[in-house]
């Protein structure tokens, strides 16, 4: 069963940073494309950041460029999300997702829910003012 680890997600101020990590269990990331999302409550599930992991492209959110940066390790087989600068309304259930079908090297990944295959069961991040 593929099924999407999400990690690191916890309370902190206004201006702090924390790293997101997503691994996979019976999956491998490589040459596919993988999102970060995030719903708060009240609110639909918004996409915040992509990587196609075999060409290295990323896509980001208006909301969060400049301030969040998605990458992966290989060897790891682990994408996580650096998110600094992070403000209230950053608050919310973070969740990693992966497509199944392979991604050509050049392909931009889109930041759309249906897109994916997997998801976690997301991470909790909650900044305080």
């Known amino acids: 069963q593929v099924q999407p680890v999400e990690s690191g997600g916890g309370s902190v101020q206004a201006g702090g940073s924390l790293r997101l990590s997503c691994a996979a269990s019976?999956?491998?990331?490589?040459?596919?494309?993988v999102g970060w999302f995030r719903q708060a409550p009240g609110k639909e599930r918004e996409g915040v950041a992509a990587?196609?992991?075999?060409?290295?492209?990323?896509a980001y959110a208006d909301s969060v460029k400049g301030r969040f940066t998605v990458s992966q390790d290989k060897s790891k087989n682990t994408l996580y999300l650096q998110m600094n600068s992070l403000k209230p309304e950053d608050t919310a259930m973070y969740y990693c997702a992966a497509r199944a079908s392979i991604a050509p090297m050049k392909l931009p990944c889109r930041m759309e829910s249906p897109y994916f295959d997997y998801w976690g069961q997301g991470t909790q991040v909650t900044v305080s003012s």
């Open positions: 990587i196609n992991t075999g060409g290295g492209s990323t």
């Open positions: 019976g999956f491998i990331y490589s040459s596919r494309c």
